[in-house]
């Protein structure tokens, strides 16, 4: 972990603010429906080793991941928790998900053949499994006819106990596209041919499309971090992180001349770069190479040329000297800079600014009682 001192940035995720989104989301959902929280990623690149337990200290009790070994992790760190794990069990895999109490949401014909068989060669008590169906996304999940003609011959379900039916909506944060619908029928329809496992369908936008799809567990990821999951209308998510870069030198520009890689920025006279050890290998990306901008104090500064690997410019011409000096910060991502507007800079989603928050970075988490710092 590096030291504030010797980090280029610093990175302070507010654990108070997931907890308070969780309760937010939570608080959207009728008697009976739970709020779930997807960690995949590490937590979407905030540290699924902070943020998972201070969810669970909110109140959540049921936690998705992708990849088994992020089920075996976050099963160290709770160990009474439900795990479930999207991907499903690979080959070789099966005795982790048993060894670590992990639920493998089953995807393909052959997967349910898999743990079939090893709870087959296990006995005892039915192994649980979530049952994922494809309503649109052509990604992962039995495809509908494959779900159907399941639900009329269960035999392939024997010696398992399904708890979950589940199926992902492929554009929830459009409202008013058409296939919101059209997942909501399928999926219903199916999971009337499979009466008992709790069913589940939204994701962080999905649940504010209505009541309708927010069935028995809701599986929010984005929104517990912060990200907007109604980007036409205000956020209602509280911000969880923020991201300062340090300035380490500033340039005075007097004879024009040009800024960084490519030349794509040109100085006609007087200006002022300060420039900021954070680059594209930290997750900051390339793509906002003259169309970025941070805030230095309340003033607005644009990012000016190209992002190399580990350094960003700014224009900081219109700054008082003494703000803009070795040593002070630029906010990057914070309460006037949003994880959603860095994103529209860059031509992405928040998701993937988030991902991609580098480990070069000084962590620091704020909330959950007291501030701590990651080992
Ligand atoms: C990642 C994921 C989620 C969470 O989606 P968000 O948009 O981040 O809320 C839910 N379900 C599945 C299957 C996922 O892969």
Redesign the pocket.
């Known amino acids: 972990m590096t030291s504030p001192d010797r980090a280029g940035a610093v990175l302070t995720v507010d654990l108070d603010a997931v907890a308070a989104n969780w309760r937010r989301l939570n608080d959207r959902l009728p008697a009976g429906s739970e709020c779930a929280a ?1 960690v ?1 990623a590490d937590a979407y690149g905030l540290g699924a080793g902070k943020v998972a337990p201070a969810l669970a200290a909110a109140g959540c009790r049921t936690f ?1 991941v992708a990849h088994v070994e992020e089920g075996v992790r976050l099963r160290s760190l709770l160990p009474s928790v439900a795990i479930f794990v ?1 991907h499903g069990p690979a080959p070789g895999t099966e005795s982790d998900f048993l060894a670590h109490r992990l639920t493998p949401v089953l995807n393909a014909p052959d997967q349910i053949e898999r743990w079939g068989r090893f709870a087959a060669q296990r006995g005892g008590l039915p192994l649980e499994a979530a049952l994922h169906v494809d309503t649109g996304m052509a990604r992962l999940g039995l495809a509908p006819a494959d779900a159907l003609a399941l639900a009329d011959d269960r035999r392939k379900l024997d010696g398992l106990r399904l708890v979950l039916l589940a199926s ?1 909506l492929a554009c929830a944060d459009d409202p008013a596209h058409p296939l919101n619908r059209t997942q909501l029928r399928d999926f219903s329809a199916i999971a009337a041919r499979f009466p008992g496992p709790g069913r589940s369908l939204a ?3 999905g649940m504010f499309l209505g009541p309708d799809w927010l069935f028995d567990l809701a ?5 517990l971090y912060g990200v907007n999951p109604t980007p036409d209308h205000p956020n209602p998510m509280a911000p969880t992180v923020r991201l300062e870069g340090k300035i380490i030198q500033v340039r005075e520009i007097d004879t024009p001349q040009s800024v960084g890689y490519g030349a794509t920025h040109r100085a006609a006279g007087k200006e002022r770069i300060a420039t900021v050890a954070v680059g594209y290998a930290d997750g900051y990306l390339r793509s906002l190479g003259n169309r970025g901008s941070g805030y230095l104090g309340d003033l607005r500064v644009p990012l000016v040329g190209r992002v190399s690997m580990d350094l960003a410019t700014f224009d900081v011409s219109a700054a008082p000297e003494d703000a803009a000096r070795p040593g002070a910060v630029i906010e990057l991502i914070g309460p006037r800079h949003t994880v959603d507007a860095l994103a529209a800079q860059a031509g992405t989603i928040g ?1 993937e600014i988030l991902t991609s928050l580098g480990n070069r970075y000084h962590r620091r988490y704020v909330g959950e009682k007291e501030a701590h710092e990651r080992a």
């Open positions: 997807v995949k998705f999207f992902h994701n962080s936008s599986r929010p990821g984005a929104a998701y």
